[in-house]
């Protein structure tokens, strides 16, 4: 069976929610939609990194299929596991020949050490991302989402998510594609809360929350 991990809370959600809503209408209307909900952290550093690589390019309904009947296939994540997991069983999980090999890669690296939250949470975001970013499989993308989900880091914004940008179109531009410029522009107003003004735009645009 696979473990149950408690699940934690940011500690500074309600403050930044309080803080983003004086600063911005329209995200102050898609923060009180959502009001009592919050990003959560299973403080698992090698289910969120499994979790992202299998979420790459993908839609969040896809990547939830392929989620579940993966961690079916295992019964427990662990390195071990995922080293052990015949390709054949992770191709009928729904994973395309590239990501079997970034999961294994990624199984191979991660000792028990490297494993516990508590290696990882001591380091800024610059460290995190330089031991990371060397990993086959590991991009920017997955980098963020390993900094939002797992450590819950409160000013992280991805500026390559395709959800996000398409949230931020429909909240903020009548539906209409935002230039880049235009979104950082944006962005820069949510300082220094940017990850808790993104997953609002994500959660404004899925029907569950996301989650890696």
């Known amino acids: ?10 500690r500074y959600w309600k403050k930044a929610c309080k803080e983003l809503s004086r ?9 009180r939609n959502f009001r009592g909900e919050s990003m959560e952290s299973r403080k698992n550093p090698f289910y969120s990194i499994n979790r992202a690589i299998i979420s790459q390019q993908i ?9 579940d009947k993966y961690m079916l296939s295992l019964k427990e994540l662990s390195p071990e596991t995922v080293r052990k997991a015949r390709p054949s069983t992770l191709r009928s999980c729904g994973l395309s020949a590239q990501k ?3 999961v294994k890669n990624i199984s191979r690296y991660f000792s028990e050490e490297i494993s516990q939250f508590s290696y990882w ?6 460290d995190v991302e330089e031991l990371l970013i060397d ?6 993308w997955t980098i963020e989402m390993f900094l939002i989900f797992c450590l819950m880091r409160p000013d992280v914004f991805p500026m390559g998510d395709i959800g996000l940008k398409r949230s931020i179109a429909i909240h903020y531009n009548q539906g ?37």
């Open 1 to 10: 069976m696979n473990k149950r991990y408690a699940l934690h809370k940011p």
């Open 23 to 31: 600063k911005d209408l329209i995200m102050s209307g898609i923060i």
């Open 59 to 67: 839609s969040v309904k896809a990547s939830d299929s392929i989620w």
């Open 100 to 102: 079997i090999k970034y």
């Open 121 to 126: 949470e001591k380091m800024n975001d610059h």
């Open 135 to 140: 990993l086959n499989g590991v991009g920017k």
């Open 176 to 212: 209409k594609k935002m230039s880049e410029k235009q979104i950082e522009n944006l962005a820069r107003s949510w300082k220094p809360w940017r990850t808790v003004a993104t997953w609002h735009l994500w959660r404004a645009l899925d029907p569950v929350p996301v989650s890696y």
